[in-house]
Structures are given as C-alpha cells and as structure tokens.
C-alpha cells in the first residue's frame, strides 16, 4: 500500500506538469528509481523512493499524464500490482476500495534512453533553500509568466555579505523585471563578477513538484551548471540543469 499523495507526488517530480511524459520504472528489494531527461536536453535528473511495494521489476511508463487519471480517480490508499503474460509484466493494476485501474504498460525498448550524469561534481557556489524561498522563487517567475529566462549574479546585501541574485526576466534589457536574493552561499573560487542564465520555465516547475521537500539544496557551478536536489522521508529527486545560450 502507499499514500495515493504520496504516490502523486513522487511521479510530479519527474513528469514536471507535462515536460515528461515516458520513463522507465525501476524497481528493486522496494527502491523506485526513475531517471528522465527534458525533451530540449537542458536537464537530466533522478527520484528514487525508498519504500515501494511493487516486485523487482523495470516497466515501460509511455504516457505519465494517462497515469495520473487513473491514479486521481482512487482515494487515501492505493494498491499496485502487476499483470503477467508469461513473465512480461503487462498492465499497472492500481486499487483502493472502490476502484481498480488498469494502466497498459510500454515495451521499455520504446522508452527513450537517459544517461546518467557525468559532469563535474565541484561546485562554485552552494546553499539550502527553505520551503518560504522555494515558494518565493515560484512566485517570482509566476508574476513574468512570459520570461523564459531566469539570469544569475553575484551582489551584496547592506552590510557587504554574499547574496546571489535571480533576475526574472533579465535576458531582455527593456523588460519587466523581479530580482530575487538568495543569501548562506558556501562559496569555492567565486569572481567578483559573473552571469549565468537558465531555463525559468524549467527552474519554476522543478520547484513546483518538489515545494512538499523538508530538505532542498541548490548547487552552482560557474563553467554552466545547476543541480538542485531535494529530500523528503521516502523521496529524493535530484536536476541537473544547462545554462541557456543568452
């Protein structure tokens, strides 16, 4: 059994309102993992849930937005199992009291292939966020829906402390504007001077699925890189963003 929320939410972390749609589900001694990748190669990422009742298995999920029909349909808990045809596992069976759902599953053969990271793993900049500046950033991006760059930049606050500031809508010079400041960087190497610039689209609905997080973490490297990882009790998701040609 697991939370049909719960089960929700873990999928939002890597579906992101519609960017993924086919995955494949690995499953083993009760450890989900999912690794997807954005339909324009900006990010590749992963979540994992460590209990998960499904049997060892890796299943073709082809269209995650069909899935969650189904899934909405049911209440509080929810069973899954599977369909066999010989050992091929066929159909996602999910249960509550009152309904049973049949998902088809995909020939995993057909779902595309995402690599792992292999990156660097030395990061310029690094700073927990808190639920309130996850909520602030969402907002941010949500007042300049049309901005789809988010551009970042070293300033500091009044008394000359480190602040990095993410500037929506700062890709276009006559455009409307909202900065916000994040503070507690750990810095490595850091100029006095640089500008970087993401996807915001991305960035917005990565902290949109992940806003239930009790830790987050936003890491910077400044050759063009952001990773941002998230943690709940059974959940953690992991992004690695490319910066966007400005």
Same mark, same amino acid.
């Given at each position: 059994?697991?939370?049909?929320?719960?089960?929700?939410?873990?999928?939002?972390?890597?579906?992101?309102?519609?960017?993924?749609?086919?995955? #494949?589900?690995?499953?083993?001694?009760?450890?989900?993992?999912?690794?997807?990748?954005? =339909? *324009?190669?900006? +990010?590749? /990422? !992963?979540?994992?849930?460590?209990?998960?009742?499904?049997?060892?298995?890796?299943?073709?999920?082809?269209?995650?937005?069909?899935?969650?029909?189904?899934?909405?349909?049911?209440?509080?808990?929810?069973?899954?199992?599977?369909?066999?045809?010989?050992?091929?596992?066929?159909?996602?069976?999910?249960?509550?009291?009152?309904?049973?759902?049949?998902?088809?599953?995909?020939?995993?053969?057909?779902?595309?292939?995402?690599?792992?990271?292999?990156?660097?793993?030395?990061?310029?900049?690094?700073?927990?966020?808190?639920?309130?500046?996850?909520?602030?950033?969402? #907002?941010?991006?949500?007042?300049?829906?049309?901005?789809?760059?988010?551009?970042?930049? =070293? *300033?500091?606050? +009044?008394? /000359? !402390?480190?602040?990095?500031?993410?500037?929506?809508?700062?890709?276009?010079?006559?455009?409307?504007?909202?900065?916000?400041?994040?503070?507690?960087?750990?810095?490595?190497?850091?100029?006095?001077?640089?500008?970087?610039?993401?996807?915001?689209?991305?960035?917005?609905?990565?902290?949109?699925?992940?806003?239930?997080?009790?830790?987050?973490?936003?890491?910077?490297?400044?050759?063009?890189?952001?990773?941002?990882?998230?943690?709940?009790?059974?959940?953690?998701?992991?992004?690695?963003?490319?910066?966007?040609?400005?």
């Amino acid at each position: 059994m697991i939370s049909k929320i719960e089960l929700q939410n873990t999928i939002s972390k890597y579906y992101l309102n519609g960017l993924v749609e086919a995955v #494949k589900w690995e499953i083993k001694d009760k450890k989900l993992s999912v690794k997807y990748t954005s =339909p *324009t190669k900006e +990010m590749i /990422g !992963e979540v994992t849930h460590t209990n998960f009742t499904l049997e060892n298995s890796t299943i073709g999920i082809s269209n995650t937005s069909q899935l969650l029909k189904l899934i909405g349909i049911t209440g509080g808990d929810v069973m899954l199992n599977y369909i066999k045809n010989n050992k091929v596992f066929t159909k996602l069976i999910i249960s509550d009291n009152q309904f049973t759902a049949n998902y088809t599953l995909a020939d995993i053969l057909t779902i595309p292939k995402t690599g792992d990271y292999a990156g660097p793993d030395v990061y310029n900049l690094e700073t927990s966020l808190d639920k309130e500046m996850i909520l602030a950033l969402i #907002k941010a991006k949500s007042a300049l829906d049309d901005s789809k760059t988010v551009m970042l930049k =070293p *300033t500091t606050d +009044m008394e /000359g !402390e480190f602040l990095l500031e993410l500037i929506f809508g700062g890709d276009i010079e006559y455009s409307n504007k909202v900065s916000y400041y994040l503070p507690n960087f750990v810095k490595n190497n850091v100029p006095y001077d640089f500008t970087l610039g993401f996807s915001s689209d991305l960035l917005k609905e990565i902290l949109v699925a992940n806003k239930d997080a009790e830790k987050a973490k936003m890491s910077i490297n400044l050759e063009g890189l952001m990773k941002l990882e998230f943690e709940t009790t059974n959940v953690k998701s992991v992004y690695y963003i490319v910066q966007k040609e400005i």
